[in-house]
């Protein structure tokens, strides 16, 4: 795949750092905290990157966790966030601290997230009758249905 979707990205403030990559062929752009930042125990906590981006249309922005702030207890609350191709407000990062202790503070410059640009079909809802959905081997089965925990 040798497309390149440029991401027009400004920086609201003269210590933002522009997105980086950690390798060559590394899925996610590394997002940095604009300031040092306290995230308290099992508190949301909003973290400035001073960045705004615009996202090309038809393309969603996916903000997920670094796995070395998780394997430390730093995560966002909420999985993976989406910034939408209309959205230009400063991008914010939220993290929820579990780890040992009251809470983390998070160095001005520091990696908080990655940030990958993904494709987004474009896609319609249309009603049938519940029978008109098909069957499948898995039917309704649902949490831990197709293994193990």
Do not use: C
Not at 94 to 101: F, Q
């Amino acid at each position: 795949m040798d497309e390149v979707v440029e991401v027009k990205v400004a920086r609201v403030h003269t210590d933002a750092q522009l997105p980086t990559k950690g390798s060559a062929h590394a899925a996610g752009w590394d997002i940095h905290a604009l300031q040092d930042t306290e995230v308290l125990y099992r508190n949301a906590t909003l973290v400035r990157t001073g960045l705004h981006v615009a996202i090309p249309i038809g393309y969603e922005g996916q903000v997920r966790a670094r796995s070395s702030l998780g394997k430390k207890g730093l995560i966002p609350p909420h999985g993976i966030g989406t910034i939408d191709a209309d959205y230009r407000g400063e991008l914010f990062v939220m993290m929820t601290w579990i780890g040992e202790g009251d809470s983390y503070t998070i160095a001005k410059g520091e990696r908080i997230a990655q940030l990958l640009i993904t494709p987004i079909p474009r896609s319609t809802f249309i009603e049938v009758d519940f029978d008109e959905l098909g069957e499948t081997e898995r039917g309704d089965g649902g949490f831990g249905s197709t293994g193990r925990f």
